[in-house]
């Protein structure tokens, strides 16, 4: 069964610090892996994906994040945090190779960036 | 030019009524899901449709009915509401099911049950 896991409940950074939001995965087949980004009250917005290619993948707002394989993580980074940053990130992960239609979320990280 | 739009916002009811959630999107997209949001922020899918089939159905209360007039629409009904029923609920599109395309999110709406 595919699942994600994202140990930290949260992380605090000081802003223009170097942020890491963990994340690692467990699939069957070939991991399609996304990170979507929610601020307080209002739905999940997509921040960037991994599907194939090269392992360090960019996205929204400055994002990156580092596929790897041996170690399943898919860790979202950024190299300098903004205040504005602080919001709640979920890892998601999709199998297809089990033939499931179904994204699975991690339980979310909460980053705080202190001015 | 709202793309994935939900109504109502927050919705507080009593025990035992029946309300919906309707969800429409603009995107022109074939999937559509419904997920729920618990109070620990967890985030599980409900239902998925696909060109107004039915693909996943995640062991979800019968209370609990999706309903796809069309693409861009996908409601859910629910009957003999329940404290526990009390979460946000977020409706999605995605552009396919079948290949690894990201999600659109609506804003949610807030279920209160008392």
């Known amino acids: 069964a595919q699942s994600v896991a994202q140990p930290e409940d949260q992380v605090n950074v000081a802003e223009g610090n170097p942020l890491t939001v963990k994340c690692t995965y467990s699939?069957?087949?070939?991991?399609?892996l996304f990170w979507y980004v929610q601020y307080p009250n209002r739905g999940l917005q997509f921040l960037l994906k991994?599907?194939?290619?090269?392992?360090l993948v960019k996205g929204s707002y400055g994002f990156e994040a580092e596929f790897n394989k041996s170690q399943t993580s898919f860790h979202l980074k950024k190299p300098s945090a903004l205040v504005s940053d602080s919001a709640l990130y979920f890892c998601?992960?999709?199998?297809?190779?089990?033939?499931?239609?179904?994204?699975?979320f991690g339980a979310g990280t909460r980053l705080f960036v202190k001015a | 030019d709202t793309a994935v739009s939900q109504t109502p916002k927050y919705l507080v009811t009593q025990m035992g009524n029946d309300k919906s959630i309707k969800c429409e999107q603009n995107?022109?997209?074939?999937?559509m899901y419904w997920y729920k949001q618990d109070s620990k922020k967890f985030l599980k899918i409900m239902f998925s449709?696909?060109?107004?089939?039915?693909?996943i159905n995640e062991t979800v209360p019968n209370r609990f009915s999706p309903k796809s007039p069309d693409k861009a629409h996908l409601n859910l009904h629910i009957n003999s509401l329940e404290l526990g029923d009390s979460a946000v609920y977020f409706c999605?599109?995605?552009?396919?099911?079948?290949?690894?395309?990201?999600?659109?999110f609506g804003p949610g709406t807030r279920l209160t049950v008392t």
């Open positions: 999605a599109s995605s552009q396919g099911l079948a290949a690894p395309y990201e999600q659109y």
């Open positions: 699939v069957s087949g070939n991991p399609y």
């Open positions: 991994y599907i194939t290619g090269d392992n």
């Open positions: 998601a992960v999709r199998d297809l190779g089990t033939g499931g239609f179904k994204t699975i």
């Open positions: 995107l022109g997209h074939d999937t």
């Open positions: 449709y696909n060109n107004k089939e039915l693909i």
